[in-house]
């Protein structure tokens, strides 16, 4: 299945905002670390931290929160052609909502792609 120009910037900035969230695990695992070898452990994070994740919809306006355990966030991330997105934010054109919380939506992608830079692309989605 072919997908539109305006099709992919929608799909790269839903990748550019799962990357920076997933930074913030990346982070957190560095942090930790550095707290066991200094013997902090009590510094040390909970197993299921709650978060505000960023959301990973199409807009690259959107600046709303997801409350989402860290566990749960990556859980949902497994499969590389899921996303999470506020209710609503999802784009039908380029993507299926394949679970519904009262919080988020988890989508699939119906086309994969390879990693993008990190530019945010204007597209004609708003979900102000």
Do not use: W
């Not at 709303?64 to 355990?69: A, C, N, S, T």
């Not at 499969?79 to 988890?106: A, L, M």
């Amino acid at each position: 299945m072919s997908i539109t120009k305006a099709e992919q910037k929608q799909i790269e900035n839903e990748m550019i905002f799962r990357r920076k969230n997933e930074k913030v695990g990346i982070d957190l695992d560095t942090l930790d670390a550095m707290h066991r070898e200094d013997g902090d452990h009590d510094l040390v994070r909970d197993d299921d931290l709650i978060l505000q994740f960023k959301c990973e919809c199409s807009d690259e306006n959107c600046d709303d929160r997801i409350v989402l355990g860290l566990d749960d966030y990556a859980k949902i991330h497994v499969d590389r052609d899921t996303f999470i997105v506020k209710p609503n934010h999802q784009v039908i054109s380029i993507e299926e909502v394949i679970k519904e919380e009262v919080e988020y939506s988890v989508v699939k992608k119906y086309n994969s792609m390879p990693e993008p830079n990190d530019t945010l692309k204007i597209t004609t989605i708003d979900n102000s």
